[in-house]
């Protein structure tokens, strides 16, 4: 691993070293699924940030935060900020459908992902916050 990799420029360890660490001490199913769902975001978005939040949580961003994986006894839960805008014809939100804002995926152990459907989910979650982001970009610029 790059120093890069291992710290920042402030000597704090990386998110994406912290995320590794917690993919490796949960040693069971949940670090396996964990560590697939983020080569399955990874894939989808090669220019997604990891970051590390609220002591401990794991989180995907991408001009805002695209969605968080959560770990459980009996859970890895995938929270997407803004998942009660994105459409999901594959059915893959499970989890939070009350609130306005987020919705989420808890998986289980022995759950099968569908892949193709979650990588769109991450892309729609993209495009969501890019858009948002230029639509906030050209408000500041008229107000100048």
């Excluded at 970051?51 to 968080?68: D, L, M, N, Q």
């Excluded at 990588?119 to 993209?126: C, E, I, Q, T």
Aim: hydrophobic share 35%; aromatic share 4%.
């Amino acid at each position: 691993m790059t120093t890069n990799e291992t710290q920042q420029g402030n000597g704090e360890i990386s998110p994406t070293l912290l995320i590794d660490e917690r993919i490796d001490e949960l040693g069971d199913w949940r670090g396996e699924m964990l560590a697939h769902v983020r080569a399955l975001i990874r894939q989808a978005d090669p220019e997604v940030v990891e970051e590390w939040k609220w002591r401990g949580v794991p989180v995907w961003s991408h001009a805002g935060i695209i969605c968080t994986g959560e770990t459980y006894k009996n859970t890895v839960k995938m929270t997407f900020a803004q998942g009660a805008s994105l459409e999901d014809p594959a059915g893959l939100f499970n989890a939070s459908l009350e609130g306005n804002t987020r919705r989420a995926i808890d998986l289980h152990e022995g759950d099968t992902i569908d892949e193709t459907a979650l990588k769109a989910l991450v892309l729609a979650a993209v495009t969501l916050n890019t858009s948002r982001s230029a639509a906030g970009s050209r408000k500041r610029q008229k107000g100048d």
